[in-house]
């Protein structure tokens, strides 16, 4: 059984950095891993993801040029690097880990979710 952990969230203000991270357990096999995240009172949205082996990249427009997403295949774990942050970045970011290449920017194609973490932007 698969988990994953984040954390790093926390408040910053505008213009600022955050690193988040993701630390998966148990028996963990993965081919995309990606960050979501949903604001208050709208739907979940696709941040980024990572290929597991190859570690090619794709970001949303939104974040694209801010944010960078690594990986260390060693110790199982996925980072977000969000840089000039901005308070529509707000929102509970989650880490999920899928078996498939398909479609990395929704939501159903990942099968294992962290528990999510708050980065809050003040302006």
């Known amino acids: 059984q698969v988990q994953l952990a984040e954390s790093g969230g926390g408040l910053v203000q505008a213009g600022g950095s955050l690193r988040l991270s993701c630390a998966a357990s148990g028996r963990f096999s993965t081919y995309t891993m990606a960050w979501f995240r949903q604001a208050p009172g709208k739907e979940r949205e696709f941040v980024g993801a990572?290929?597991?082996?190859?570690?090619?990249?794709y970001y949303a427009d939104s974040v694209k040029g801010r944010f960078t997403i690594t990986r260390d295949n060693a110790k199982n774990s996925v980072y977000l690097q969000m840089d000039n942050l901005k308070p529509e970045d707000t929102a509970v970011y989650y880490c999920a880990s899928g078996n498939s290449g398909t479609y990395y920017y929704e939501g159903p194609m990942y099968a294992y979710w962290g528990q999510g973490t708050q980065v809050t932007v003040s302006s």
């Open positions: 990572i290929r597991w082996i190859s570690g090619s990249t």
